[in-house]
């Protein structure tokens, strides 16, 4: 089955700090993005990558590309126009891939650069049996529901927090954002606009050190991890 990647990085969030997006934000000498670019050419070079981008950050990130590193100019990637919400990006970034049965797509947050190639393999299988996978790690800490002013405890066992990428046979994803797009923002994810067309999805293990990031301290973590890897 033919691959691709659209990696989401259509996002203006400022909480990370700093005067461009975090997106475009350097980790260790290059941008957060292109680490994501980097796990998924390395997993497979054969695989497709379509990096979503704000327009109006085009030209910032011709410059930030302009400053990589020859080898990683040599991969192979198409950029794409992003949408007004994050289901729009993904939507777009869909734009040139094919509706069949024999392509899988993995869409991935930008802001996760620690994800590693053993992750996106173990997606790639999972989507190859079950046609619409997601990733999903045990919760640690104690969990409560905010119920009637107050809150509640509930049994941490029955949750996990979800992950990307998100992995799906092209069509299944395809057909899911044309049916839903007008209700975009009912879904926190991809997986739940699938889960909306009737579709099961199923998980695969995910990895603790997939961090997003979010906020300034992120990104000291995230450096940290990637040097243990690097």
């Known amino acids: 089955m033919r691959k691709y990647a659209v990696i989401v990085a259509g996002g203006e969030g400022r909480r990370a700090g700093g005067d461009l997006p975090k997106q475009f934000r350097k980790l260790l ?77 993995a869409v991935h947050d930008a802001a996760r650069p620690m994800v590693s190639p053993g992750l996106i393999a173990r997606g790639w299988e999972t989507c190859r049996r079950h ?59 991809d997986a739940s606009a699938v889960e909306a067309t009737g579709r099961r999805v199923a998980l695969f293990e995910g990895d603790p050190e997939n961090i997003k990031v979010t906020r300034p301290f992120d990104f000291d973590i995230a450096a940290l991890l990637l040097k243990k890897t690097h």
């Open 29 to 105: 000498g290059i941008p957060l993005l292109w680490w994501s670019v980097r796990a998924f050419h390395t997993e497979d070079p054969s695989t497709e990558i379509a990096i979503v981008i704000h327009p109006g950050f085009f030209d910032d990130w011709d410059l930030l590309y302009a400053e990589l590193p020859e080898e990683d100019r040599r991969i192979p990637v198409r950029i794409v126009c992003g949408g007004a919400t994050r289901f729009h990006s993904v939507t777009n970034g869909m734009t040139e891939i094919p509706a069949s049965e024999d392509a899988m797509v």
């Open 131 to 189: 046609a619409a996978a997601v990733p999903a790690v045990p919760v640690t800490d104690s969990l409560r529901r905010l119920e009637g002013g107050g809150s509640v405890a509930v049994p941490r066992p029955e949750f996990v927090t979800v992950q990307t990428p998100q992995v799906f046979r092209a069509d299944i994803l395809k057909n899911a954002c044309a049916q839903t797009e007008r209700d975009d923002a009912l879904f926190s994810d």
